[in-house]
């Protein structure tokens, strides 16, 4: 099973910030299957980054994916308010799934 | 629009089953597979598996295998997913979601059942 890391465990930050979250794989991850995912207390996930770099539907474009391999990032380039949340990120590969730990992206 | 919806909260006792419902509309629900993820409380997020909803074909994942059954009725356009021999370590908040090949965790999520555990 590919294991997922993400760094930092929470980032405090300013709203208008650039948020730079991490993960890395325990091994290589097909990018076509790489995916970061918002969460909101309370709230189901909510799809942000499918494929590595593509946004999913109604994703402002503060929000960008990128990496390959085992070194993948999450930027969101300004921070609203409405982006303090926790972003997973998610691979599939071998007929397993797995998410990351967790950010948690905080304001200071 | 997608929308996927769940049963209701349950609480069980340990040994016992729980069965969750996910009732999907909005598109043609055999064209796509159905994930179920849990959330333990305060907890990251864990895939249990998924099921095609064209031929009913699934795959679990190792932690729940042989615990765990997926389907699905066609005719309601809704998924299921019953795990038996409940223990307190399973209290969670159990999310259904539409499996897409691009969106393998998926694109779109029901709104969550909390089932808990406890004796």
């Known amino acids: 099973e590919i294991v997922l890391t993400q760094s930092p465990g929470t980032l405090s930050l300013s709203p208008g910030e650039r948020a730079t979250l991490s993960c890395r794989a325990s091994?290589?991850?097909?990018?076509?299957?790489f995916a970061w995912y918002q969460q909101k207390p309370g709230q189901a996930p909510r799809l942000l980054i499918y494929?590595?770099?593509s946004r999913a539907t109604g994703i402002p474009d503060r929000f960008s994916g990128s990496g390959s391999g085992t070194d993948f990032t999450l930027t969101i380039s300004r921070l609203e308010p409405e982006d303090f949340a926790v972003y997973y990120c998610?691979?599939?590969?071998?007929?397993?799934?797995?998410f990351g730990g967790g950010t948690k992206v905080e304001i200071k | 629009q997608v929308q996927l919806v769940q049963s209701g909260a349950e609480v069980k006792k340990p040994g016992a089953s729980v069965k969750v419902s996910c009732k999907t509309s909005?598109?043609?629900?055999?064209?796509?597979?159905i994930s179920w993820v849990r959330q333990a409380p305060g907890q990251g997020l864990e895939w249990m598996g998924w099921?095609?909803?064209?031929?009913?074909?699934?795959d679990y994942a190792q932690k729940v295998q042989g615990r765990v059954t997926m389907t699905t009725d066609t005719s309601t356009s809704t998924a299921y997913m019953e795990l038996r021999s409940l223990r307190s370590d399973d209290t969670a908040m159990y999310y259904c979601?539409?499996?897409?090949?691009?969106?393998?965790?998926?694109?779109?999520w029901g709104q969550g059942t909390l089932v808990t555990v406890s004796s």
């Open positions: 979601a539409r499996v897409t090949t691009e969106a393998t965790g998926g694109d779109h």
């Open positions: 909005g598109y043609t629900f055999n064209s796509f597979a």
């Open positions: 099921i095609s909803c064209y031929n009913g074909n699934t």
């Open positions: 091994q290589s991850v097909s990018s076509t299957f």
């Open positions: 494929g590595t770099s």
């Open positions: 998610q691979q599939y590969g071998s007929s397993s799934l797995t």
